[in-house]
């Protein structure tokens, strides 16, 4: 990119070709007030606040749209300036209700905080402003439209980086507002999806989290800290504030990441609801349908002495969240299975892992990486939804999805045989005559695009070539309610395309062959991005792809035989399946470490352990957006609760037992690139071993 060299404030500042004069500032530390703009989004230069002179323009230029040139002489902070800016939020003031001591707001609103930065201690207008109402119909979230200065951040957020277009301008002039779906009032919306992005960009008071609006201004908060959401498997950066010891409320990063610094609901209102949730402060150990407290030297002996007697008899187990570490999971295959030699460690969402690792396995094997980074969504031109529902199983998924649909204009193919969760702005919707889960419809797709990808010449020669081309048309025209031509056109549509992906649902992958048929197609739709193949698999948690290689079990085990003895530690952040409830409910003894009062699982426990919550931990998520992402310690944990380390270090004492260091590597040495995904080679479906 061509450098360029700018004066401002008789500073000279080095920019980019393309840059604007408020980005060239912001590069080299030189403040220009702004409200409306944000990084991130596009840029519309509605607020007038930041503008400047430039030398032989008689104008004054927004910095936020205007392109830096070479040579520029720029002036930010001149009297003309300072008035002109003063007068546009003596304007805005008097345009709508904004009597600070009345809102929420007061002391978080950047227009107050730019009102008191340029010395405005009164209004020169009249206020003859209208009446708005204050929407509150949405649970969540409320709308005071008397606090709006028209900046359009939020409808820009849900356009931009939501891709849910819910918000949208009504009216013109004193009588403007932002609106939902074309007149609706929030709570009645039938796009929200209820992320709370809007209210997070939104400068002034208009849109609020309800429950935020009291519990402290981020200016009153003692610390924020950057830490992970552990939700899904995207692992979202957030920042969480903290006042007094509490999280009073949790955001996303800046807007200028792939992910838009968005979170979906859970990561936004889940997180800090979880801290004030019932907790299990000490040890405890049953005696009849009553718990009593103990000491942890009681209840590890008590715990060892029923695991030596259970493991001689080959009765034991262990089930871990797939919410721990790398770290915290890697200190439980160093107990379990490196010094205790037990083959009976899973995680409660091993059946999905284990489908998604004999799928990719024969990938690794070739040294590629066999899944993308989630972001690239965005930069493909063909998105296929192979039977994933990312409302629900990773929300910032489907916001990559819908904006790379509407926004980015790719072709976005849903194959399913449920209800299609992208109704409305799907290309195609393929509807599968049997239920997901079968790699036949994927196989034949793949044969058919292999077939296509013969030469034109022996195609037009109506060799062999064409005839297995027209059969695969008919053999997958035969597995969907759809004619050859409309299968043909689809597949033209995928073959044609310069950066296809395909999101893998987390329901059908503990079928290893449609993991494995995904990849083929994949490979044959020639959907290759840097840092692998454009699969990407929607699992479960943050760090569901770290347990692949610490503590998922080979086999399934749990619930094949009653045992004499489990050790379950959960996070209390996602309601364990039914099945797993039963297997534990059958067992004689059980374990259960866990932060929270999760019921029914502690009903369950002969002796209750208490374990830090995910804002009390620390560590590393191998998350879908490809990176190994840190966890950390917002508020340190209270009372006895230990780390998890330290536990399974005095639980390796009473039995005897000498805590290695762990065997299992990290999980981007399990997944790393060795070769570039061009050289990757499709296998055969047999080769997988259900």
């Known amino acids: 990119?061509?450098?360029?060299?700018?004066?401002?404030?008789?500073?000279?500042?080095?920019?980019?070709?393309?840059?604007?004069?408020?980005?060239?500032?912001?590069?080299?530390?030189?403040?220009?007030?702004?409200?409306?703009?944000?990084?991130?989004?596009?840029?519309?230069?509605?607020?007038?606040?930041?503008?400047?002179?430039?030398?032989?323009?008689?104008?004054?230029?927004?910095?936020?749209?205007?392109?830096?040139?070479?040579?520029?002489?720029?002036?930010?902070?001149?009297?003309?300036?300072?008035?002109?800016?003063?007068?546009?939020?003596?304007?805005?003031?008097?345009?709508?209700?904004?009597?600070?001591?009345?809102?929420?707001?007061?002391?978080?609103?950047?227009?107050?905080?730019?009102?008191?930065?340029?010395?405005?201690?009164h209004v020169r207008y009249p206020f003859l402003y209208s009446d708005f109402e204050n929407d509150a119909t949405h649970p969540e979230y409320q709308v005071d439209h008397n606090r709006c200065i028209l900046c359009l951040r939020c409808i820009r957020v849900c356009a931009e980086k939501v891709g849910a277009h819910t918000l949208d301008l009504k009216d013109r002039g004193w009588n403007a507002k932002v609106i939902s779906d074309l007149g609706k009032k929030l709570g009645e919306s039938d796009t929200c999806v209820s992320c709370g992005a809007c209210a997070q960009v939104c400068p002034t008071g208009t849109i609020t989290i309800r429950e935020f609006a009291y519990r402290g201004r981020r200016s009153d908060c003692d610390d924020v800290v950057e830490s992970v959401c552990p939700l899904c498997g995207v692992g979202c950066k957030i920042k969480a504030y903290v006042r007094t010891g509490s999280i009073v409320r949790v955001e996303g990063t800046t807007t200028d990441q792939p992910d838009g610094g968005q979170l979906c609901y859970r990561g936004r209102l889940e997180l800090p609801r979880s801290t004030e949730r019932d907790r299990v402060h000490v040890p405890m150990i049953r005696e009849g349908v009553y718990y009593r407290e103990a000491t942890w030297e009681e209840a590890l002996s008590l715990i060892a002495e029923n695991f030596k007697t259970a493991k001689e008899a080959d009765k034991a187990g262990a089930l871990v969240s797939s919410i721990c570490t790398d770290e915290e999971l890697s200190v439980f295959s160093a107990l379990f299975k490196d010094s205790l030699g037990m083959r009976r460690l899973d995680t409660f969402d091993g059946d999905i892992l284990r489908g998604f690792r004999k799928g990719f396995e024969p990938f690794r094997q070739q040294g590629v990486r066999p899944f993308t980074a989630a972001h690239n969504i965005l930069k493909s031109d063909c998105i296929v939804n192979l039977c994933a529902d990312p409302d629900e199983e990773a929300p910032v998924v489907a916001s990559y999805m819908r904006v790379a649909a509407l926004r980015n204009e790719a072709s976005l193919i849903n194959v399913s045989s449920g209800k299609n969760p992208f109704e409305g702005i799907t290309d195609v919707d393929i509807r599968l005559l049997s239920p997901c889960g079968d790699p036949c419809l994927l196989d034949s797709i793949t044969k058919v695009i292999t077939s296509l990808r013969m030469s034109e010449e022996d195609l037009g020669k109506g060799t062999e070539a064409l005839n297995d081309y027209r059969n695969y048309l008919e053999k997958t025209a035969a597995l969907v309610n759809m004619s050859v031509e409309e299968v043909e056109q689809v597949i033209l549509k995928l073959a044609n395309a310069k950066k296809p992906i395909f999101v893998l649902g987390s329901n059908v992958s503990k079928n290893p062959a449609v993991v494995q048929a995904g990849v083929n197609l994949a490979i044959a739709s020639r959907a290759f991005f840097e840092d692998g193949i454009g699969i990407v698999p929607l699992v479960v948690s943050s760090n569901s792809l770290g347990t692949v290689n610490t503590v998922l079990a080979e086999e399934p085990w749990l619930g094949k035989e009653d045992l004499d003895f489990l050790y379950v530690f959960s996070t209390g952040m996602i309601p364990e399946d039914e099945e797993s409830l039963s297997a534990i409910s059958r067992t004689k003894f059980v374990v259960v470490q866990t932060p929270y009062l999760v019921h029914p699982l502690v009903n369950m426990a002969d002796v209750l352990l208490p374990a830090p919550a995910w804002y009390e931990r620390s560590g590393h998520f191998c998350t879908i957006e490809g990176e190994r992402r840190r966890l950390n310690v917002v508020v340190p944990p209270k009372g006895e609760v230990k780390g998890l380390a330290s536990v399974i270090q005095e639980f390796a004492s009473a039995l005897g037992v000498e805590l290695g260091s762990p065997k299992a590597v990290p999980c981007e040495q399990l997944f790393g690139s060795e070769k570039a995904p061009e050289t990757a080679q499709m296998v055969e479906l047999e080769e997988v071993s259900l």
């Open 1 to 121: 990119m061509k450098e360029i060299t700018l004066t401002i404030d008789g500073k000279v500042c080095k920019g980019s070709h393309g840059d604007t004069i408020l980005t060239v500032a912001r590069k080299n530390d030189i403040y220009i007030p702004t409200l409306c703009y944000l990084e991130g989004l596009t840029p519309i230069g509605s607020c007038r606040m930041c503008v400047v002179e430039v030398e032989n323009n008689p104008k004054l230029l927004t910095a936020c749209t205007t392109p830096a040139q070479d040579g520029m002489v720029v002036h930010t902070k001149t009297e003309t300036l300072h008035n002109y800016r003063k007068q546009v939020l003596e304007l805005l003031f008097a345009g709508r209700n904004h009597f600070c001591m009345y809102c929420s707001q007061s002391g978080d609103c950047e227009l107050q905080r730019l009102a008191i930065e340029h010395g405005m201690d």
